[in-house]
């Protein structure tokens, strides 16, 4: 197996994982936090979309889907055009609210076709490629894919484990 079919692998995982963790919830429960300091389902997978949007359109040198496809009106979210979540205080989460659930996944449906084009034409030379000279040392493209496959991996659960609160609670 290749790397490039491992990560199609991963990554295919999170997508089935991010519609497990959405079906079937309504707005108040996509939108419910468990306290005022947690994050909603709704914010969870919007988050992980947008990371994954964000980072794998960055490295492969593409356009974010949020913007290209019209994604972020779509949602219209008080939020600036590029915003990804990162370091969102309780006050900024709760301004990703949504209506339904087939609005975060049809999101993250057109991140994923995105994410499966860019990696399907991968070759481990590529993997060593230099994307972010920001860090030390410099960060490969196969570590950002990485990075992205585990932080999504992360909050994919953390929404599942939001919806488990929900639903213990209701019953």
Do not use: C
Not at 54 to 60: G, N
């Amino acid at each position: 197996m290749h790397a490039k079919d491992v990560l199609i692998d991963g990554h295919s995982r999170i997508r089935e994982e991010v519609h497990a963790a959405v079906e079937g919830l309504g707005p108040d429960d996509l939108n419910a936090r468990p306290s005022e300091e947690a994050n909603s389902v709704a914010w969870l997978v919007w988050h992980l979309t947008r990371v994954q949007d964000d980072h794998v359109a960055d490295a492969f040198g593409l356009e974010q889907v949020w913007l290209s496809q019209d994604w972020e009106k779509r949602f219209g979210l008080d939020l600036p055009r590029r915003d990804t979540g990162y370091g969102h205080s309780p006050a900024k989460v709760a301004k990703v609210r949504v209506d339904s659930g087939d609005l975060l996944t049809g999101y993250y449906d057109a991140v994923h076709e995105q994410t499966l084009g860019a990696l399907r034409g991968l070759t481990a030379a590529d993997l060593e490629r230099v994307v972010d000279e920001r860090w030390d040392p410099p960060v490969s493209l196969g570590v950002r894919l990485i990075s992205v496959l585990s932080d999504d991996l992360q909050h994919v659960g953390q929404a599942a484990y939001v919806r488990g609160l929900l639903q213990s609670a209701g019953s």
